[in-house]
């Protein structure tokens, strides 16, 4: 979300988006022209502006106001979850669109050369999703030095063999990279 005017500034801008993906067997490319067909739409309507203006009104907020309403949401998503499991479900005619919630990808630029601590070369980045309520996979995506790191985090009650999540991650991308290769070969020396 950074402004060109921006670029020298420190921090984040950040926002978000919903896209909404088909849950159909499909082969990678039609997948991904999937993706990139709704995220454009998403781009186009200016929805990620709208969301980041909601962030960037955080800013104006007192952190110890931020605080509590970080506090209550949590707790109140927490508890429709408990809720819904003892309940059969009905707790989220009452919770609304939040109970929707239960996967999230983030993508963050980093650094394209090596971070020193101390004098100690960092080697790998890897990023962390905080998951709450019904939120029960995180993958953060970060690049660093010339590689990509995926960072996936998964809570137990809402999924409990994030090792095959991982599998799946692995073999979609080797399956959209074979499909890149066919593609675009790799250019003889």
Request: proline share 6%; glycine share 8%.
């Amino acid at each position: 979300m950074r402004r060109e005017s921006e670029a020298e500034e420190m921090g984040n801008r950040v926002s978000m988006m919903f896209p909404e993906a088909a849950a159909t067997p499909m082969d990678a490319v039609e997948r991904y022209r999937s993706v990139v067909d709704e995220t454009e739409r998403i781009k186009a309507a200016r929805e990620p502006q709208r969301m980041g203006l909601l962030t960037a009104s955080a800013d104006a907020t007192a952190p110890g106001l931020q605080d509590l309403n970080s506090r209550m949401t949590n707790v109140a998503i927490e508890a429709a979850m408990r809720l819904s499991e003892f309940s059969g479900g009905m707790a989220r005619m009452f919770a609304g669109p939040a109970m929707g919630i239960n996967f999230i990808a983030t993508n963050l630029p980093g650094a394209q050369v090596p971070m020193y601590l101390a004098g100690h070369r960092m080697l790998d980045f890897v990023g962390l999703v905080p998951l709450a309520g019904t939120l029960g996979y995180g993958v953060a995506i970060v690049s660093y030095n010339q590689r990509l790191f995926f960072g996936l985090i998964a809570e137990p009650r809402l999924m409990p063999d994030v090792a095959f999540m991982k599998s799946c991650v692995a073999s979609a991308f080797e399956e959209l990279k074979g499909a890149a290769q066919r593609v675009m070969p790799a250019e003889e020396d």
